[in-house]
């Protein structure tokens, strides 16, 4: 059974960082990509970062880029967010999700419908 597990989101400032985890189990890690995707209160859901299974091909939104890090250690089961420079229009709920296909699909942004599983979600609140 395929599972997907965040965690790591929270409340932080404007200017602030956080690191967000992704555990997934169910799978070999390594024949799938896995993307970042956030969700803010009324809006589509916009994907952040891929990684390729093989960690080859790493794939960055427009609004993501310069400000996000997205790495994978595939014998923790482990895809890591690391975002800085948080904005309030990062604020949402943060997904991390796998497909069929071992790359990413383009553009990150708009690749949600591509996407079978999911995790439940960590919340992400950029506020003063």
């Known amino acids: 059974q395929v599972q997907l597990v965040e965690s790591g989101g929270g409340l932080v400032q404007p200017g602030g960082s956080l690191r967000l985890s992704c555990v997934f189990a169910?799978?070999?890690?390594?024949?799938?990509?896995i993307t970042w995707f956030r969700q803010a209160p009324g809006k589509e859901r916009e994907g952040v970062a891929c990684i390729s299974g093989s960690t080859e091909i790493i794939e960055y939104a427009p609004s993501a880029k310069g400000r996000a890090t997205i790495s994978r250690d595939n014998a923790k089961n482990t895809v890591i967010l690391q975002m800085d420079d948080l904005k309030p229009e990062d604020t949402g709920v943060y997904y991390c999700a796998r497909g069929t296909f071992r790359g990413c699909v383009r553009p990150v942004a708009r690749s949600a419908a591509r996407y079978d599983y999911w995790g439940q979600g960590t919340q992400v609140d950029v506020s003063s």
């Open positions: 169910g799978f070999t890690s390594d024949d799938y990509a």
